[in-house]
């Protein structure tokens, strides 16, 4: 059992909660769910012991009352595992780390592999009793950054596992970015957890469609009040009511991107073998594929952040890369939205209030009134984007490339961390303000957005 009473905290000097209360009850797994920015990841962090009530208390019934601080401490860190949405980040936490370098081979130090984050926790993993869908045999000697999201959660968990079974596993949206077949793998993992080694599951997320079948009561977190209910079976709450009406455009138009025969191999694995893709100008794509495939690597191709895209055969607006252009050049043509933007905005960055960032954009700036009414974010906009939840904060990354209005829009799984209303906003003004010369690439998991914005697919 664990209470809250009267809890009350603040997010950066914003506060969240201010007179919480509320039980969750021993071996019983539950879903938290709730608008963007409700403080579910605060609540999970809470009962985590990583942030502290400004006001109020929070009783464990396997944590002594009486004990000092230091010693609930540790109890805590031993019987309560957290694993965080931004994963890859605290999985390598090296200070000089950019979002490009799993592209780049050549570094100052070197970046260590699974193999050597396990060390010997190795030899303890045949005692967990893993499905096989979880075995970790083809990983080892992979680098740490060049996992995909799925297999990142993979190794946190087991990592985790093998300094301790705990109690209570605390996971925030553990789903996202994951392919079909790894959320059903961890989905299941999560039900063997529960079942096997009586693991509680405490999950904030959107109402994912492979929640384990663990969770029987959902935590409603809403602005004034907090409910639990018990789970019902649902239906997705993806935007299913948005018209599916994808631009359709002539092959005759120019070729805004032309590869031909690529191929992407790091040491003697092969990512990326003898792949020819034309995307024409105001085009709609698709691009599919399993965690790993090479589905961003793709993207890091167009938007000039790969290196080997000068060795291979690529063309970005008529001009082979590597005949003049700069990267910049190419830049100023691309409106780029990808998973790793949310953890890697520089300090400087995160200081800025929300109109401060969005108003970067001076030559659309008279745009952003009508962007902040269409996606109700008038009460954000003197917050700093340090005070965002990770939803909110995505919201304001896709606001940022409506106003800068590019001919190439790339988006890697653009709708993560949206709650369902927001991704109906979203999905419709996309519809309805897309210019139809602006070429889209969509990266995604879901056959939802595949159908909604299509009539072209890449799978890998």
Do not use: C
Not at 178 to 206: M, T
């Amino acid at each position: 059992m664990i209470e809250l009473n009267e809890v009350a905290v603040s997010l950066q000097d914003h506060p969240l909660f201010h007179s919480l209360t509320l039980s969750f009850e021993s071996g019983v797994s539950y879903l938290l769910k709730g608008e963007n920015g409700a403080g579910k990841t605060i609540l999970l962090k809470l009962l985590a012991g990583k942030t502290q009530p400004g006001k109020g208390s929070i009783h464990y019934d396997f944590i002594d009352d009486h004990l000092d601080w230091e010693q609930k401490f540790e109890l805590r860190k031993k019987y309560i595992h957290f694993i965080p949405t931004h994963a890859l980040h605290e999985l390598v936490s090296a200070p000089d780390l950019f979002y490009q370098q799993r592209y780049y081979t050549i570094e100052s130090s070197p970046i260590p592999t699974v193999r050597d984050y396990f060390g010997e926790r190795m030899k303890n993993l045949s005692g967990l009793q893993l499905p096989e869908s979880f075995q970790l045999t083809h990983l080892l000697d992979l680098e740490l950054i060049r996992l995909s999201n799925g297999q990142v959660k993979k190794v946190i968990i087991l990592k985790q596992l093998l300094d301790t079974i705990p109690r209570i596993l605390l996971l925030d949206y553990p789903f996202e970015g994951l392919d079909v077949k790894s959320r059903s793998e961890l989905s299941n993992f999560l039900d063997h957890l529960a079942e096997v080694h009586r693991i509680q599951l405490i999950i904030a997320d959107n109402e994912h469609p492979h929640l384990p079948n663990a969770i029987s009561k959902h935590v409603v977190i809403g602005d004034d009040s907090t409910a639990i209910t018990d789970r019902v079976s649902t239906t997705s709450l993806l935007a299913n009511h948005v018209e599916s009406n994808p631009v359709k455009s002539s092959a005759e138009s120019d070729p805004v991107v032309e590869m031909q025969s690529v191929k992407i191999q790091y040491g003697s694995k092969v990512i990326l073998e003898n792949l020819s893709w034309k995307i024409h100008r105001g085009e709609r794509w698709a691009l599919t594929g399993p965690n790993g495939s090479g589905k961003t690597t793709l993207f890091s191709l167009i938007y000039a952040d790969h290196p080997m895209a000068y060795s291979e055969k690529i063309f970005l607006f008529g001009k082979r890369r590597g005949s003049g252009e700069s990267i910049w050049d190419i830049k100023k043509r691309i409106s780029y939205l990808g998973p790793e933007q949310l953890h890697f905005l520089d300090d400087a960055t995160e200081q800025l209030t929300v109109r401060a960032f969005l108003e970067k954009e001076r030559m659309t700036a008279h745009q952003l009134p009508h962007l902040i009414t269409y996606f109700q974010m008038e009460r954000l906009l003197a917050r700093k984007l340090r005070q965002l939840s990770n939803g909110q904060l995505q919201l304001v990354l896709l606001i940022s490339l409506f106003l800068s209005q590019k001919e190439l829009l790339l988006l890697d799984e653009p709708f993560q961390f949206l709650d369902p209303v927001q991704k109906t906003r979203v999905n419709e003004y996309l519809h309805s303000h897309l210019d139809e010369s602006t070429t889209l690439v969509l990266i995604t998991h879901y056959e939802d957005d595949v159908a909604h914005w299509t009539h072209h697919r890449l799978i890998l």
